[in-house]
C-alpha cells in the first residue's frame, strides 16, 4: 500500500480545544470561552466565514516561538500516526504578524519542528506561505518579504481565507514574483465559489495545485481541462461536510472527480475544527461510498503524485 501525503493542511487548524486552554493560560491570554464545553460547543458552523471567525479567534493563543513549535510537532505526530509519510503544511502568517507577533517568531518556531520531522517522525516536510485573500494586496506582499527576510526555507505560497467577493487575479503579481523565486503555487477555489473561482486561480495565478475545487465539478469543461493537464485537487471531505459545501458526505462529489480521472487527494484542511485527521477523513469516504482496496490505493497514490516531491522520491513511495 502507498502511503499517503498530506497536501492541504493550516497549521492553524491543528489547534486543538485543550491546547487552546493550555497555551491561553500559559500566555496569560483571556479567552472569551467559559470553558473547554463551552469552546466545543462553537464547533458547528453555517458556512465557510462562520468556521474562519472561530480559527482566527483562537489564534490569539498562540505567540511564543515555542508555541509554533509545539502545534507543528503535535501535528507532525498525528499525522504520523494517520500514515502521512510527507506533509506539505500551510501557514497562515499574516493572521499572527496582524497581532503583533513577529514573523521570525512564527516561521522560527514552524521550522524547528519541520526541520525534525523526518528524524522525530519519519515524515518529510515543506512548508507553503498562504496569503489571506480578505486582506489587500499590499499586505501580502509584506508578508512575503517578512518571511523571506527570516530565511526560513519555503517550499511555496497559497491563497485561502474568505473566497466568495474576494478575487484572486490582484495576487497574480505576487505570486508570478514567487515563481519566479522558485517557489511553488497553489490555491484554495471551488470550496464555497463556483467554478469561476477555479478557472480564476488557475488564468490569473498559475497555481499548480488547487485546494479543494469541488465546485469545478459543474463545469465540464473545466473537469476535462484539470485531467488533462492532470492539476491536483486536494479535497477535504469532513471539512466540506462541517462548511456546509456539500449536504451530506453522501452528497460529495469525490467519487465522481475519481470517476472523471481527475488527480484528487484526501486532506483534513482544518483537523482540530472539522472532526479528524487525515485517517479519519480517507475512513469516512472509504465508509460512504464504499470504496474498495484499488480506491483508497489510488486516492494514496494520487497524494504522493501531486505532492512537490521530487521525482525520483515519488517514484521511490510509489513503486516501493
Ligand atoms: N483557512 C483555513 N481553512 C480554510 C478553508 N477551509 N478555506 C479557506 N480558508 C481556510
Ligand atoms: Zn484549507
Known amino acids: 500500500m502507498t502511503p499517503f501525503a498530506e497536501l492541504h493542511l493550516h497549521l492553524e487548524g491543528t489547534l486543538e480545544p485543550e491546547m487552546v486552554f493550555d497555551l491561553a493560560e500559559r500566555n496569560a491570554i483571556g479567552l472569551p470561552w467559559r470553558d473547554l464545553d463551552d469552546l466545543r460547543g462553537r464547533y458547528s458552523y453555517s458556512c465557510l466565514q462562520d468556521f474562519l471567525d472561530l480559527y482566527y479567534a483562537n489564534m490569539a493563543v498562540l505567540r511564543t516561538e515555542a508555541d509554533f513549535a509545539e502545534l507543528t510537532d503535535a501535528y507532525l505526530a498525528r499525522a504520523a500516526a494517520a500514515g502521512v509519510v510527507r506533509a506539505e503544511v500551510f501557514c497562515d502568517l499574516q493572521a499572527h504578524t496582524a497581532r503583533g507577533v513577529p514573523a521570525p517568531v512564527v516561521l522560527a518556531g514552524v521550522a524547528d519542528a519541520l526541520s525534525r520531522s523526518e528524524a522525530d517522525h519519519g515524515v518529510s516536510s515543506g512548508l ?3 496569503f489571506l485573500r480578505h486582506l489587500p494586496v499590499a499586505d501580502a506582499e509584506l508578508a512575503y518579504e517578512a518571511a523571506l527576510a527570516t530565511g526560513v526555507e519555503l517550499l511555496g505560497v497559497g491563497l485561502c481565507s474568505t473566497e466568495v467577493g474576494f478575487a484572486a487575479a490582484p ?5 508570478a514574483r514567487a515563481r519566479a523565486d522558485g517557489l511553488h503555487t497553489v490555491a484554495h ?3 464555497e465559489g463556483d467554478a469561476s473561482y477555479v478557472w480564476e486561480v488557475l488564468d490569473s495565478l498559475g497555481v499548480e495545485r488547487v485546494d479543494h475545487g469541488i465546485n469545478a465539478m459543474g463545469d465540464r469543461r473545466l473537469v476535462e481541462h484539470l485531467a ?3 492539476i491536483p485537487l486536494t479535497v477535504c471531505p469532513l471539512s466540506n461536510v462541517r462548511l456546509q459545501a456539500v449536504p451530506t458526505l453522501a452528497d460529495h462529489p469525490l467519487p465522481a472527480m475519481l470517476e472523471a480521472g481527475l488527480l484528487a487527494c484526501v486532506n483534513s484542511d482544518d483537523p482540530a475544527y472539522f472532526g479528524g485527521y487525515l485517517d479519519a477523513n480517507v475512513a469516512a469516504v472509504e465508509q460512504e461510498f464504499g ?3 484499488d480506491q483508497v490505493e489510488t486516492l494514496a497514490a494520487n497524494s504522493i503524485r501531486a ?5 525520483t522520491e515519488k517514484a521511490r513511495l510509489l513503486h516501493g
Open 128 to 130: 507553503i506561505l498562504t
Open 171 to 175: 495576487f497574480g503579481d505576487l505570486f
Open 189 to 191: 477555489a471551488g470550496e
Open 228 to 230: 488533462e493537464q492532470e
Open 291 to 293: 470504496l474498495s482496496t
Open 307 to 311: 505532492s512537490f516531491l521530487p521525482g
